[in-house]
């Protein structure tokens, strides 16, 4: 083999490496980005919950006693906030 035909055979050998490195690298950008749009999704319902049980406390109570459709309110957004909690995503480093 001459010396030109070497020269082409290790370009060759290594542009195929660095393509399946930028291969690997665009998989774990793309599941970084999943990560953290679960995330961000996550932390939004999270402050949703937060406010909306504050925002049916406050309503429950300004009247000055609970009825038992402002306590079953109160239960039924508890227990979603609850299950949301438990929705949590899991970081996988």
Known sequence: MSEVQKLSF???RFSTIGVEDMKD???SD????VGNLKNGIWLFGLSSWVFG???RSIASFADGYLSALDLTQLFTAATF?????FLKPTSRV
């Open 10 to 12: 290790a370009d060759t």
């Open 25 to 27: 690298q665009k998989k």
């Open 30 to 33: 793309s599941k970084e980005f």
């Open 53 to 55: 049980i504050t925002d």
């Open 81 to 85: 906030f609850v299950a949301w909690l």
